[in-house]
Nanobody, 125 residues
Framework: VQLQASGGGLVQAGGSLRLSCAARGSTRSIDTIGWYRQAPGKQRELVASISRGGSIHYEASVKDRFTISRDNAKNTLYLQMNSLKPEDTAVYYC????????????????????WGQGAQVTVSS
């Protein structure tokens, strides 16, 4: 499985961006898929995730601002980001696994089998 992220860019605080992650290869094997982000000098952290069955989990700081969705027919994952803040600035990575992960397991990066190359999101104040 190959993951290709796109849609990053520069936006002012309060603005919106939508990230996309296109999956190619044995996509039927994917169950849980999500977005991580990594800011300079910080660890990579889970932002949002969604299982094949539709179970969604958000990191607390993005809940009510970000919306994750997946289109299984198009093999594409999305992250709609609204009301962006400077602290959302980071490289965003899509990650996927063949397993259906419970919420707590989704935070463990080692549980993901596939990673995209990352998309830079920069929010100016």
């Amino acid at each position: 499985v190959q993951l290709q992220a796109s849609g990053g860019g520069l936006v002012q605080a309060g603005g919106s961006l939508r990230l996309s992650c296109a999956a190619r290869g044995s996509t039927r094997s994917i169950d849980t898929i999500g977005w991580y982000r990594q800011a300079p000098g910080k660890q990579r952290e889970l932002v949002a995730s969604i299982s094949r069955g539709g179970s969604i989990h958000y990191e607390a700081s993005v809940k009510d601002r970000f919306t994750i969705s997946r289109d299984n027919a198009k093999n594409t994952l999305y992250l709609q980001m609204n009301s962006l803040k400077p602290e959302d600035t980071a490289v965003y990575y899509c990650a996927a696994t063949r397993r259906g992960l419970i919420a707590t397991s989704r935070y463990d990066r080692t549980n993901y089998d596939y990673w995209g190359q990352g998309a830079q999101v920069t929010v100016s104040s």
